[in-house]
């Protein structure tokens, strides 16, 4: 099982990971505790906060987006835009992709507010996964 550290460790590294594929400036602009919030050059906020007590990874993508931006006259795009994120892309059909996450353990969902779009992820710290 990964531990504190060690899921701490290998959230940093991803999010290391992603500034560099995609040539981003990463900058952290806050730390309480073991709290870290960092941001992208293109705006993108990221909030790391491990916690012993579990043993598994939380992930949270938060878009500030949701039903108050629907379009005049076409409610519920927000929450089709939601939807279409599982449709899968040119390489792998949306249901070749949630079969796959369920196989590693990942439990995954989303929802639709009114001001905002949330995709949640959990993945059990085994290392089989």
């Known amino acids: 099982m990964l531990k504190n550290n060690g899921v701490q460790s290998v959230l940093f590294a991803l999010l290391l990971l992603m500034a560099s594929t995609y040539s ?33 990874v939380f992930f949270n993508l938060i878009y500030q987006v949701g039903s108050l931006d629907d379009p005049e006259g076409k409610s519920g795009t927000a929450h089709l ?6 449709r899968g892309t040119e390489q792998r059909s949306g249901e070749a992709l949630t079969q796959e996450l369920s196989q590693r353990g990942i439990q995954f969902n989303a929802t639709t507010s009114y001001d905002r779009t949330r995709y949640s992820a959990m993945l059990d710290s085994d290392s089989e996964n």
């Open 81 to 86: 835009l939601e939807h279409l994120m599982f």
């Open 24 to 56: 981003v400036a990463l900058e952290k602009v806050a730390e309480r505790g073991d709290i870290a919030k960092y941001r992208l050059a293109n705006g993108l906020k990221i909030i790391l906060a491990p916690d012993a007590s579990g043993d598994a």
